[in-house]
């Protein structure tokens, strides 16, 4: 599931890479993988989990700097939603 993006990046990627958990490994490439902001949500449809098996990851990667928030919107449910993007691409 590469795209273009620059060596070095691809280099702190795999750096980065060993240290995520299964679980953070998958939301962080479904976040890639659709290449806009998403929300917990879309991430949890994406991946066929529940919301609340997401969310956590969500948590997780944000604090290691993998994941930005972006602001919120109206997520697919209806409801305000906080979505996020990769640092880096």
């Known amino acids: 599931m590469k795209t273009k993006?620059?060596?070095?990046?691809?280099i702190a990627w795999d750096k980065?890479?060993?240290?995520l958990t299964r679980k953070q490994a998958d939301v962080m490439a479904c976040i890639r993988h659709l290449k806009f902001p998403?929300?917990?949500y879309t991430i949890g449809t994406?991946?066929?989990w529940p919301i609340n098996r997401v969310t956590g990851r969500v948590t997780e990667l944000r604090d290691l700097g993998l994941i930005r928030d972006?602001?919120?919107r109206k997520s697919p449910t209806g409801f305000?939603?906080?979505?996020y993007e990769p640092t880096v691409r």
């Open 46 to 48: 994406c991946l066929g």
């Open 5 to 10: 993006v620059t060596d070095t990046s691809l």
């Open 80 to 83: 305000q939603a906080h979505y």
């Open 38 to 40: 998403v929300c917990s």
């Open 16 to 19: 980065i890479q060993p240290k």
């Open 70 to 72: 972006v602001g919120m």
